[in-house]
């Protein structure tokens, strides 16, 4: 899960991009709160789990990221 | 003998009265030159003042020319960074669909696009004249208070863009 996820994020941001859970997708990738709900398609789309939108306001971490989606992932 | 006596004496006459005349004639001319010469000093003098009142002109100009510059760049910056911001293209080539993303996760999108109202608010009363907030003025990085999404080049002109 948490290579999907990555892969995801890089693919968005760039392969060049160095992403460890600490990276902060607005201020260490040059993202912006669009592409947070961008990215969250995209790893829905792929893994087929749904996360509830009230979970997801304010993401900003990529650990955070990985929290949410390790939850729902499990879940489903 | 007396008619050539009173020739030469016409002779001398009419050479020392052309003579008279001709210096009277030089000295007139002379008056006008020196009159003349008078003038143009001053025409000299005021072109220099003229002359130094445009490079002091010139100079104003070539700041106001370079403001206007700075200005232009400015709003050019904004516009890219507005296109971006509905219209970004992300490192896989994808364009981003504003109208996709509001479909999908509506409350999200709904809550950014309200955000980003009230920032362009505060855009229009930063470009009418309101001064920036200590708060507009210290942000470096997306998430400190006070960024504002919709003008950042303008209401943040401290932060640092990420590459």
Not at chain 1, 15 to 32: A, H, Q, S, V, Y
Request: some cysteine; hydrophobic content about 40%.
């Amino acid at each position: 899960m948490k290579d999907t996820v990555i892969d995801i994020l890089k693919s968005h941001f760039g392969r060049d991009k160095d992403i460890t859970p600490e990276t902060n997708m607005l201020n260490d990738l040059g993202g912006d709160d669009l592409d947070v709900v961008d990215v969250l398609m995209q790893i829905e789309e792929a893994l087929k789990i749904s996360i509830p939108e009230e979970e997801t306001f304010d993401l900003q971490t990529v650990q955070q990221l990985l929290e949410v989606v390790e939850k729902h992932n499990v879940e489903s | 003998m007396w008619k050539v006596k009173l020739f030469l004496m016409f002779i001398v006459l009419g050479t020392a009265g052309g003579g008279l005349l001709y210096v009277k004639n030089l000295q007139a001319n002379l008056a006008i030159s020196k009159a003349n010469a008078v003038l143009m000093e001053e025409g000299i003098e005021k072109q220099k003042v003229l002359l130094a009142q445009q490079m002091v002109d010139s100079k104003a100009l070539a700041v106001v020319v370079e403001e206007q510059y700075a200005l232009i760049d400015k709003e050019r910056k904004e516009t890219e960074f507005l296109r971006q911001r509905f219209k970004k293209t992300n490192a896989d080539g994808k364009v981003r669909d504003l109208g996709d993303l509001a479909n999908n996760r509506p409350a999200t999108v709904t809550k950014i696009l309200n955000n980003d109202f009230n920032n362009q608010i505060r855009c229009n009363a930063i470009a009418q004249g309101s001064p920036l907030t200590e708060e507009e003025t210290a942000v470096v990085k997306k998430t400190d208070p006070g960024y504002n999404s919709m003008c950042q080049v303008t209401a943040n002109p401290n932060y640092v863009e990420v590459k």
